[in-house]
């Protein structure tokens, strides 16, 4: 086993946790969720916004009946990857119905208002439904035009009709299951939640980078120059360190304004103190060891030293920290939505999600908060065995006792 290279070494450990491997694999899975996102969604409008209010806090696995019609204004078609990241406007209007029946050219349909047994009764043309133009009737015949250059003429007959009939009901009228119910504005709640960790594992990616590439700059410089440097970079880490960190990140959110952006950077901000500290830290234990005195006996300048010779050999302890503070982020970015200062509506976040239904947690609809709390839950929890993991897996000690 002497044969491995330290980073096989290091993952050998880390698989040999079970409980830390099915944690990666759980982030794994939410990552590829997440960037899948509108391409597996129920609802693929943007921002997951489609509303249809008469459906409102319906349970899990409820089912309607809907009548699609397509809208009046134009609807781009956006390409696969612009539906991927933004998601495609939905062509159609949904109306959820509860029974419909024909009469010749006229679908009468009992539209769902919020109760089955107190319907609205509507009525569509079939013709109209499908091409989305007005019928012209004239001589026993009817005109429909697809499109402006595309018009045909029909025998206005029972064999017409029928034949509209079956491609309303083939096209226009489907079931539809909520499997996660719908929130208080009658939206999907899947798709919302899908979304939503999209949100929070970008805002815990984007805080972790900006995190790290100020902590190891700073924390760098500090602890190898030593002196006055090292009085003023410490100086001002301990000040933000006394400062507790949600009011900082609302502190530079007020500052920067209310958006997805301004989170990323408030976050980031908020939390590289703790990667200079424990970067600082290793640096003053490693700058005067042989590897690095012979590293300056050759004339290598001080960024070569560090970049290549010091910073390499503590990387471990960094991704440990990283990994617990991308868990710390996520709940940062809950905190902050659920407070109005996050991503802000339409934009689904967990944190807004439990914002906009904490109140029914007291009633029959205590799910539409549970499900994002649980979402949070997890996810940190999956980082937090992760991060154990890697603890345990590049200690030196652990290394040697159970390779």
């Known amino acids: 086993m002497t044969d491995l290279s330290p980073s096989q070494r290091t993952w050998k450990v880390f698989k040999r946790n079970k409980i830390a491997v099915a944690g990666m694999f759980f982030i794994i899975i939410i990552t590829l969720i997440a960037i899948s996102g509108y391409l597996i969604m129920p609802d693929a409008t943007p921002m997951a916004n489609n509303m249809t209010i008469q459906l409102s806090i319906k349970k899990p696995g409820s089912q309607f009946m809907m009548l699609r019609l397509r809208k009046t204004e134009p609807v781009d078609t956006v390409n696969f990857f612009a539906k991927m990241l933004f998601g495609q406007p939905s062509f159609y209007r949904e109306i959820p119905i509860t029974g419909y029946t024909f009469e010749r050219d006229s679908v009468y349909i009992n539209e769902y208002i919020g109760a089955e047994d107190k319907p609205e009764k509507k009525a569509y043309n079939i013709f109209e439904i499908i091409t989305n133009q007005k019928p012209v009737y ?8 697809y499109s402006p250059n595309n018009c045909r003429i029909f025998l206005a007959k029972e064999e017409t009709y029928i034949r509209f009939r079956e491609k309303v009901i083939s096209d226009h009228i489907f079931k539809r299951t909520f499997l996660l119910g719908t929130d208080v504005y009658g939206r999907d709640m899947l798709s919302r939640l899908i979304l939503g960790s999209r949100i929070s594992l970008a805002v815990g990616l984007m805080s972790v980078i900006i995190s790290l590439l100020l902590g190891v700059t700073i924390g760098a410089v500090a602890g190898y120059f030593g002196g006055w440097i090292d009085a003023a970079l410490s100086w001002l880490m301990n000040i933000l360190w006394a400062l507790p960190a949600l009011l900082l990140v609302i502190a530079i959110s007020f500052a920067l304004g209310k958006g997805l952006w301004q989170i990323f950077i408030a976050v980031g901000l908020s939390m590289w103190v703790e990667v200079a500290r424990l970067v600082r830290g290793q640096v003053m234990s490693l700058k005067q060891v042989e590897f690095v005195e012979a590293a300056r006996s050759l004339g290598f300048n001080n960024t070569r030293i560090i970049s290549r010779h010091i910073l390499p050999n503590i990387i471990g302890p960094i991704l440990v920290l990283a990994s ?16 109005g200062f996050g991503a802000q509506p339409p934009m689904p976040t967990w944190g807004s999600m439990i914002k906009e239904h904490y109140g029914y947690v007291v009633m029959d609809s205590a799910y539409l908060a549970i499900m994002p709390g649980l979402a949070i839950m997890l996810l940190v929890y999956a980082f937090n065995l992760v991060t154990v993991g890697l603890r345990d897996a590049f200690d030196i000690k652990s290394q040697s006792t159970r390779i």
């Open 138 to 145: 004239k001589n026993g015949n009817v005109s429909l035009c």
């Open 324 to 339: 617990s503070n991308f868990a710390s982020a996520i709940l940062l970015e809950a905190g902050l939505s659920f407070l």
